[in-house]
């Protein structure tokens, strides 16, 4: 298969960036799309060119590192799938793809299609966790916990925080990953101590990285890779309207540099 | 900080002031339009309810109230909009795919403006009486304001009657999106009731759309007439 890809480079943070065209030829079917960028990239370095930076790890669909908003969709044309585990058979022979890098304000551009996630890490940094030494793991049903609740906080637990819920926001809003982190605790026996302050703390971090606010246009489920529902956005509007009628307290966040590693 | 202040000083807290406002809007709605349906059952019983209305001792504190909630809800809006807008300062150059966003979602703002517009077009053609004068200062026999008359004539005009019902259109458009949205943003979420929810929120839209629209036509259709 060829394909015409038209990528974004961009050199530096500070420089500005624009969207170069390349051609690619004799490209698997079975190739993902990762790899198919490793071809176009030993094409360059042999033409003594500048690769094209791109996040990558685990390629197995689990690390949430690939982030590439392929023709206008956060991973790609197909639901539920990562950049990585997409095969060049979903596309047409002699396509032309467009890729991007995550596009928010959040997101600072690193270099061509890498950008810095580190707001997510502060957002999750702000109380996304059980503060608690749990120490080994517990006696099987030592703490009860019903199985619908075990299954809906698995299923906001799946989130990798890849980020393609803000790619795909009009607004450039992460509610949807903030959602996740606070729907998996709050469906725990575990999560409750914290519950208030964590929903409060973790949507202002999200509003201080600059975020967008949700207008629920729900595109950040339909590019989520792990399918997280939105539903879990109006879990956490509930969450946070209980948080501010009982006790919950705002602006009580470390500066922000505090946060950084 | 205060609790209210903590609220309203984050992206939810915002959002859902200007849900709260939209609720109170649609409780006027719903009260404007069961006076508009006093048409049906015939000039009497409008021309009283409007002269009741338009003596009222609290009728300056009504109109003050609602502009501050028209006001309210349109800068919220337009804020959130403004910071929405803010937080990808790049586009994407190949433009984002919609996948599950609707045209009501993606254009809540313009339909807003628009009912706005539309508002202040209404308001200038019946409480102003500035667009048709000739319709808008008439008495009716017992020397009140014609309000009945002043509507079945001014509906007459198609070009008028066809202006409401686009305006209808995109209220409820924007009533749609705003209506459905509403479960969501209080957190209203229930697996077994969310969707029975949301089809009744549509349904609510619906039907102030078609309980308006239903004056200028059937003034239209000769169903009402002087």
């Known amino acids: ?261 | 900080m205060g609790r209210l202040d903590g609220l309203l000083n984050t992206s939810i807290g915002q959002k859902l002031a200007l849900a709260a406002s939209g609720v109170a809007l649609i409780g006027f709605l719903l009260v404007h339009l069961l006076g508009n349906l006093t048409l049906f059952q015939g000039p009497e019983v409008m021309n009283a309810y409007a002269h009741w209305m338009q003596t009222h001792p609290l009728l300056w504190a009504g109109r003050v109230g609602l502009v501050t909630l028209f006001g309210l809800h349109t800068t919220l809006a337009i804020r959130l909009a403004l910071e929405n807008h803010r937080a990808r300062p790049i586009r994407y150059a190949a433009g984002l795919r919609s996948q599950d966003s609707t045209f009501l979602s993606r254009y809540i703002v313009l339909t807003g403006l628009l009912v706005l517009a539309f508002l202040v077009y209404h308001l200038l053609h019946f409480t102003v009486g500035a667009v048709q004068p000739e319709h808008a200062r008439l008495l009716d026999e017992q020397g009140r304001h014609d309000v009945y008359g002043m509507v079945v004539r001014s509906f007459g005009e198609p070009a008028v009657a066809i202006s409401y019902l686009v305006a209808m259109t995109i209220l409820g458009l924007h009533l749609f999106h705003g209506l459905r949205s509403l479960s969501q943003t209080f957190g209203v979420n229930h697996e077994t009731y969310v969707g029975a929810i949301r089809w009744a929120a549509g349904g609510l839209a619906l039907a102030i759309v078609v309980g308006n629209a239903s004056i200028p036509l059937s003034v239209w259709l000769g169903w009402i007439s002087l």
Not at chain 1, 29 to 58: K, R, T
Not at chain 1, 141 to 153: C, E, G, T, W
Not at chain 1, 181 to 191: C, E, I, S, V
């Open chain 1, 1 to 261: 298969m060829n394909f015409t890809l038209v990528v974004w480079r961009q050199a530096r943070a500070e420089e500005t960036g624009r969207m170069v065209e390349y051609r690619v030829e004799d490209v698997s079917p079975d190739m993902s799309f990762l790899e198919m960028l490793d071809v176009l990239n030993e094409d360059l370095i042999v033409s003594g060119e500048e690769p094209v930076a791109f996040d990558h790890d685990c390629r197995e669909g689990i690390c949430g590192m690939c982030s590439l908003v392929i023709d206008g969709v956060p991973h790609g044309p197909e639901r539920a799938t990562t950049a990585c585990q997409l095969h060049m058979r979903h596309f047409k022979d002699g396509a032309t793809i467009t890729i991007e890098p995550w596009r928010a304000k959040a997101f600072p551009v690193i270099r061509d299609l890498v950008v810095d996630r580190r707001a997510l890490d502060r957002v999750v940094q702000a109380g996304g966790y059980v503060s608690i030494n749990t120490g080994s793991a517990p006696d099987a049903n030592s703490i009860p916990v019903a199985k619908h609740d075990a299954d809906v906080a698995f299923q906001a637990a799946e989130c990798i925080g890849c980020g393609a819920c803000v790619a795909a926001c009009p607004n450039a809003s992460a509610m949807l990953f903030v959602a996740a982190k606070t729907q998996h605790f709050a469906r725990l026996p575990q999560g409750q101590p914290e519950r208030t302050r964590r929903t409060i703390n973790l949507v202002e971090a999200m509003d201080r990285e600059g975020f967008g606010a949700c207008t629920n246009h729900y595109e950040c489920a339909a590019a989520c890779p792990k399918e997280i529902p939105v539903r879990f956005i109006s879990d956490l509007n509930r969450d946070f309207i209980k948080a501010a009628a009982h006790h919950g307290r705002f602006g009580t966040l470390p500066p922000q540099g505090d946060l950084e590693e």
